[in-house]
Structure formats: C-alpha cells, structure tokens
C-alpha cells in the first residue's frame, strides 16, 4: 500500500519568515496529494490540493508543489502569521479518478510561529 | 449546509467493553471515510464507506468494524477494547470524488 512520510515533525519559524514542509510517496499510481490544517482542538480542514497533472499550485500565502518523477511534493506558507500555528497534514491517494477518499496521511508536522 | 456530525463527542470505556460511533455526512456525500488519530501516528485509515458499501479497508484488527445505512449515515464499531484503542475517531464525508470534510471526531478513552 501507499506510504507518505511527512518532514520535518516540528518547525518553528519566526513570524514574517517562510515555513517549508516536505513529503514523500512511495505509490507511483498516486494522483491526488491534499494538504489538511488542524488546529488546536479542531478539525482537520483542506487548506490546498494538487493532482498529478499539475506541478505547482498557489492560494494566496500558500502554495505546493509536485515532483512526479521524486514523488515527493512540499507546502510552502510565506509570510507567516501567528494563525498559521497548527499541525500539518499531508495525505496521498491513488483512487483512480483521484477521489480522496482512502487517502493515506502523513504523521504531520507542527508549525509553531514564533512573534 | 451543515456540516459532518458526530456522535457522541466523548466516551469513556474499559478494557474488554465494546462501542459505537456515529457520523451523519454532509448532504448529499454518499462516502464516509473513517480514520483514527493518535499522537505520534497522525491519522490512520481505518476504513470507507460508499452507497452502503465497504469500498477501501486499512490495517487495523477485524475488532474494527463499520457499516453505513442508506442515508448515508455511518456507525463504527469496536469490540473487545484495548488500552490501545484510546484515540480521536474521525469521520470524513465527501462526494467520492472530491476534497473530504472532516467531523470533529470522538474522542475515546479506554480504561
């Protein structure tokens, strides 16, 4: 089965810096690769997703990037602000279609903003 | 469009009992994933659901069994509990092909 390892498990970045998170795949079938954020206490919510025929994607502050050929894709957050504290996930699927469901998380990572 | 919802939020149980989880999709999802969170282990598949049909199943022990009805909604059960079993259970709806939306899960402590 697919196997997702998540880096580093903890950052800790200062407010205003950059903050880069890194994950590899094993499944070379997998197509769809979904980035949670969760908060102290709260949900998992889907702050970004990218599928396999697209090698860069940006909202705003965030953005990730995909390198089919190394299977391994990152979160990049710029300018980061204290409400960017939380644990990370990153998740990989291989559903044909790209459904997301049966996605396969990484351990997490949490970020820590530093005033 | 209210969100995923599950019951209940806190459960407290001992070794050897069994128990019951509930989630109601978002309407209109016809999959619920399930997945078990644990410090230091993140979120671990357990197993999804759609139109009633167990359709993708993780590594966890047979005492980990689920089932949806058809509503939608899905129950989670686990039997003969173990200290291990303590966790945050979360439940996921989507479309089946689409982002999954988290509950805000149930949080089960074995004693």
């Known amino acids: 089965g697919e196997n997702v390892e998540q880096h580093p498990s903890t950052l800790s970045v200062q407010e205003g810096d950059s903050a880069v998170i890194k994950c590899t795949y094993s499944d070379s079938a997998s197509n769809y690769f979904p980035w949670y954020k969760q908060e102290l206490g709260k949900r998992p919510q889907l702050i970004i997703d990218i599928r396999s025929n697209v090698g860069e994607k940006k909202d705003q502050r965030i953005a990730v990037t995909l390198n089919k050929t190394a299977k391994h894709f990152s979160l990049h957050i710029t300018e980061t602000q204290p409400e960017d504290s939380a644990v990370y996930f990153c998740a990989a699927s291989s559903r044909p279609g790209g459904g997301a469901d049966g996605l396969t998380f990484g351990k997490g990572t949490h970020l820590i903003i530093q005033p | 469009k209210a969100g995923v919802t599950q019951t209940p939020r806190y459960l407290i149980k001992t070794r050897g009992q069994q128990v019951t989880l509930s989630c109601s999709p978002i309407?209109?999802?016809?999959?619920v994933s399930w997945y078990q969170q644990t410090p230091g282990q993140g979120l671990q598949f357990l197993f999804e659901y759609f139109s009633e049909t167990q359709r993708n199943k993780g590594n966890f022990p047979g005492r980990f069994s689920g089932r949806q009805f058809s509503n939608s909604r899905s129950e989670m059960n686990v039997s003969t509990l173990e200290l291990g079993d303590s966790a945050l259970y979360l439940c996921?709806?989507?479309?089946?092909?689409?982002?999954?939306?988290f509950g805000n899960g149930t949080r089960l402590t074995v004693t």
């Open positions: 996921a709806s989507s479309l089946g092909s689409g982002p999954l939306h």
């Open positions: 309407s209109g999802h016809r999959s």
